[in-house]
């Protein structure tokens, strides 16, 4: 059985999608990959005060997604990332380093800098991967049936003991 893996985070872009080839590129097979990091603000109680804490974290976005929104991934724009965690370990100079990203099943556009434009928060485009796209073509399985509605007769004891 497979451990449950999913991260829904909303936060805003700490930079600008770039064209270096660290931020934006493209992978050996012509896929596409970029690589951003968002700010997650949260609100919590010291005493008779609220302090925010901040928390970074990095994202993955591949495919024809990330390709759609290279153009609108600027600094301080507010981004809903849908996707799991990913754990990347190599060695460096004898010793194991070990990071862990967020790799984007699905990103919204939500707020931000840049606001006043006609794709305000209502008109934002979402974006999925295409696997998410192949999998979720009509929300239900292939192989779904409805019941039939109505009464059959028997699925109920004469007497409901409420």
């Known amino acids: 059985m497979t451990d449950l893996n999913h991260v829904v985070l909303i936060g805003r872009l700490t930079r600008d999608l770039g064209s270096d080839e660290r931020s934006f590129g493209y ?6 990959r970029a690589n951003v990091s968002i700010a997650v ?7 008779d005060q609220w302090i925010d804490e901040v928390n970074y974290f990095d994202i993955t976005i591949w495919g024809k997604t ?8 600027t600094k301080g ?5 849908d996707g799991h965690l990913r754990q990347d370990r190599w060695e460096k100079d004898g010793q194991k ?5 967020v790799v984007a099943d699905q990103v919204q556009l939500l707020g931000g800098k840049g ?7 209502g008109g934002a485009p979402r974006f999925q991967s295409m696997g998410q796209q192949q999998s979720q073509s009509n929300g239900y399985a292939d192989n779904y049936q409805s019941g039939p509605y109505g009464d059959t007769g ?3 004891p004469e007497d409901i003991p409420f």
């Open 77 to 81: 724009k507010q981004i809903c990332v």
């Open 115 to 121: 606001d006043g434009s006609a794709q305000g928060a």
């Open 27 to 32: 992978v050996g097979n012509g896929q596409a």
């Open 97 to 101: 380093m070990s990071k862990v990203t």
């Open 154 to 156: 028997s699925d109920f």
């Open 41 to 47: 603000n949260r609100s919590k109680k010291n005493g």
């Open 66 to 73: 990330a390709e759609n929104l290279k153009p609108y991934l």
